[in-house]
T-cell receptor
Framework: EDKVVQSPLSLVVHEGDTVTLNCSYE??????LLWYKQEKKAPTFLFML????IEKKSGRLSSILDKKELFSILNITATQTGDSAVYLC????????????FGQGTRLTINP | NAGVTQTPKFRVLKTGQSMTLLCAQD?????MYWYRQDPGMGLRLIHY???????AKGEVPDGYNVSRLKKQNFLLGLESAAPSQTSVYFC???????????FGPGTRLTVL
């Protein structure tokens, strides 16, 4: 059975801290790993990682994939209150369409 | 561009009633997906479509039907609603099979 596990499930830090969110996966016919940020409503796309060891960056956010150890991390540096959200990790397999297997999410709270 | 839109935003049904959720996208995307999100379970794929006139079952299709008569629209139907279908429903679309999925704002459905 395909499975994605995120840790921690919940994290509370102070503004300015650096956080690391973890995602491990067991997905057959694995194609890529995606990260989304979910605030009140729609998950918004952050990163898609297909190759192992290549870091992707967007401002204070970065992510990397390890296909040998089957995990990915999402780093956020100099956190701000606007980073408070649920961060979702999903393993993608291609089977007719791109099927995403989501983890439970990590709820990140940034306190001022 | 409006992106992915969903109607309605909220709905309350009684057990046994039927309803249709509408998803529309204006990005000319080929692939469209319906997910449900339940507490502690992440998002799960209900049905998907790889193009106009096509539909296929996802992970949790029972109790739902879908149609994609026009490329820009993907409808999710509940013929006889059950309390177990109380959830938040998200629609997503992607340009091609290897591209990231863009999500709509969601529909919160309560079945009494």
């Amino acid at each position: 059975e395909d499975k994605v596990v995120q840790s921690p499930l919940s994290l509370v830090v102070h503004e300015g801290d650096t956080v690391t969110l973890n995602c491990s996966y067991e997905v057959t016919n694995f194609r890529s790993l995606l990260w989304y940020k979910q605030e009140k409503k729609a998950p918004t796309f952050l990163f898609m990682l297909t190759s192992s060891g290549i870091e992707k960056k967007s401002g204070r956010l970065s992510s990397i994939l390890d296909k040998k150890e089957l995990f990915s991390i999402l780093n956020i540096t100099a956190t701000q209150t606007g980073d408070s959200a649920v961060y979702l990790c999903a393993g993608a397999l291609i089977q007719g369409a791109q099927k995403l297997v989501f983890g439970q999410g990590t709820r990140l709270t940034i306190n001022p | 561009n409006a992106g992915v839109t969903q109607t309605p935003k909220f709905r309350v049904l009684k057990t046994g009633q039927s309803m249709t959720l509408l998803c529309a996208q204006d990005m000319n995307h080929e692939y469209m997906y319906w997910y449900r999100q339940d507490p502690g379970m992440g998002l799960r794929l209900i049905h998907y479509s790889v193009g106009e006139g096509t539909t296929a079952k996802g992970e949790v299709p029972d109790g739902y039907n879908v149609s994609r008569l026009k490329k820009q629209n993907f409808l999710l139907g509940l013929e006889s609603a059950a309390p177990s279908q109380t959830s938040v429903y998200f629609c997503a679309s992607s340009l091609e099979v290897y591209n990231e999925q863009f999500f709509g704002p969601g529909t919160r459905l309560t079945v009494l």
